[in-house]
């Protein structure tokens, strides 16, 4: 019943800023934890943030942490990722999901997470 949608994808510059969103469309996003997911042409989908259902704990690959925040407000059900510092290797579609269970986001393991949105393309590029 839960769906989601991403969006706020486009086009930057090396070292600019991109602000990702995902809502639910439909269901209740406030009692899941979510994750970002990217995948990048020909390679494998990566986790690259986790925020638990409350927005008390977040975990973020490495090749983010750093740049990258992930945040969540309830009340509105949506979970944003604000990407600064952009490099042309975060190039990639990227996907929000919702966690099948409760989900403490030490590990962003793809099984564990649903409902996954339609993806929005961030293309970092002179």
């Known amino acids: 019943q839960l769906q989601l949608v991403e969006s706020g994808g486009g086009l930057v510059q090396p070292g600019g800023s991109l602000r990702l969103s995902c809502a639910a469309s439909?269901?209740?996003?406030?009692?899941?934890?979510v994750a970002w997911f990217r995948q990048a042409p020909g390679k494998e989908r990566e986790g690259i943030s986790c925020i638990t259902r409350r927005g008390t704990s977040t975990n973020y690959a490495d090749s983010v942490k750093g740049r990258f925040t992930i945040s969540r407000d309830n009340a509105k059900s949506t979970v944003s990722l604000q990407m600064n510092s952009l490099k042309p290797e975060d190039t990639a579609v990227y996907y929000c999901?919702?966690?099948?269970?409760?989900?403490?986001?030490?590990?962003?393991?793809?099984?564990?997470?649903?409902?996954w949105g339609q993806g929005t393309r961030v293309t970092v590029s002179s």
């Open positions: 999901a919702a966690s099948l269970t409760d989900y403490v986001c030490n590990l962003i393991v793809r099984q564990d997470f649903g409902s």
């Open positions: 439909a269901g209740r996003l406030d009692y899941r934890a």
